[in-house]
């Protein structure tokens, strides 16, 4: 079955960075589309990045210029280059797959458990 683990969550200072993984298995990485969704205490889920099967990719204003997401199709494996942290960074990071893509979540058929992400000011 498809499985999606993320890791490299934790705690940074403001400024600071993290680079998160998403371990896909269980379906042809190379044909679906991948995404990172982030999601704060009391809030929604909010989409973050979105990197086609092609590599073309989208970002949320709110981190565009800071992240930066990439895939390994070889490892089956995606990535989120999380730079100059903020505070309001801070939520549970989540990786998605489906075939369809974009930033929305109601698109997204599989999903993974989280990684948290803190970021202390």
């Known amino acids: 079955q498809v499985r999606l683990v993320e890791s490299g969550g934790g705690s940074v200072q403001a400024g600071g960075s993290l680079r998160l993984s998403c371990a896909a298995s269980g379906y042809t990485f190379s044909t679906y589309s991948m995404a990172w969704f982030r999601q704060a205490p009391g809030k929604g889920r909010e989409g973050v990045a979105h990197?086609?099967?092609?590599?073309?990719?989208s970002y949320a204003d709110s981190v565009k210029g800071r992240f930066t997401i990439s895939r390994d199709n070889a490892k089956n494996t995606l990535y989120l280059q999380m730079n100059s942290l903020k505070p309001e960074d801070t939520a549970m990071y989540y990786c998605?797959?489906?075939?369809?893509?974009?930033?929305?979540?109601?698109?997204?058929?599989?999903w993974g458990q989280g990684t948290q992400v803190t970021v202390s000011s």
């Open positions: 990197i086609a099967k092609y590599g073309s990719t």
């Open positions: 998605a797959a489906d075939p369809s893509g974009g930033l929305l979540p109601g698109r997204y058929r599989y």
